[in-house]
Nanobody, 127 residues
Framework: QVQLGESGGGLVQAGESLRLSCAAS????????MGWFRQAPSKEREFVAA????????RYADSVMGRFTISRDNAKNAIYLQMNSLKPEDTAVYYC????????????????????WGQGTQVTVSS
C-alpha cells in the first residue's frame, strides 16, 4: 500500500505563506487522483483542493480560491499545497489524500472518494 506523509505546517502571521508537502512511499502516486482536506477544532473535515490523476485538472474550495495552489511532482512522488495570503480561518490540521482507483481526468471533492490518507500537519495562522 501507499503511505502518505505531510510536512511543512507551522505557525505564521495572517497574510504570510506556507508550502505543504505530501510525500508518498510504498508505490508511485503518479497515476492517482490526489487531494487536500482540512479539519479545524470542533468542525467537520472539509475539502480544500483536488488534482486529477492525469491531465492536471484542479478544483478548489471557494474559501481558498485564488490563494491556494495544488501541484504534483512526479519525480519526487509528491504533491504540494502552496498557501498564500493565509487567514486565521485557515487554521486547521491539513491532510493529504490519494485515490488508487482509476479516475483519469476526474477531480474529487468528496473525502469518501479517497482511500489513502496522511496523518496530517498543523497549520496555525495568527491575526
Amino acid at each position: 500500500q501507499v503511505q502518505l506523509g505531510e510536512s511543512g505546517g507551522g505557525l505564521v502571521q495572517a497574510g504570510e505563506s506556507l508550502r505543504l508537502s505530501c510525500a508518498a512511499s510504498g508505490r508511485t502516486v503518479n497515476g492517482y487522483a490526489m487531494g487536500w482536506f482540512r479539519q479545524a477544532p470542533s468542525k467537520e473535515r472539509e475539502f480544500v483542493a483536488a488534482l486529477s490523476a492525469t491531465g492536471g485538472n484542479t478544483r478548489y474550495a471557494d474559501s481558498v480560491m485564488g490563494r491556494f495552489t495544488i501541484s504534483r511532482d512526479n519525480a519526487k512522488n509528491a504533491i504540494y499545497l502552496q498557501m498564500n495570503s493565509l487567514k486565521p480561518e485557515d487554521t486547521a490540521v491539513y491532510y493529504c489524500a490519494a485515490r488508487s482507483f482509476f479516475s483519469d481526468v476526474v477531480v474529487f471533492t468528496n473525502s469518501y472518494a479517497y482511500n489513502f490518507w496522511g496523518q496530517g500537519t498543523q497549520v496555525t495562522v495568527s491575526s
